[in-house]
């Protein structure tokens, strides 16, 4: 941090470390993940494990309509 302050004083440009620029890399990449991760579990679980909820997003509301 103190190298980021003095560079800003001198005006000279100021390089990261290459294994601070890999550990945001392997942030990012985690992050991206769980997100697909989640995406995928939400569509697996919520709509093929759950028949009702698949026919209520087929059908809708046509089978109240029908009723009446």
Do not use: C, H
């Amino acid at each position: 941090m103190i190298n980021f302050v003095l560079s800003q004083i001198n005006g000279q440009v100021w390089n990261p470390p290459y294994g601070l620029l890999w550990f945001i890399l392997l942030i990012g990449a985690l992050m991206t993940a769980g997100v697909g991760l989640m995406v995928f579990n939400l569509y697996v679980d919520d709509y093929w494990a759950d028949e009702e909820f698949r026919k209520e997003l087929r059908f809708g509301n046509r089978k109240l309509k029908r009723v009446k």
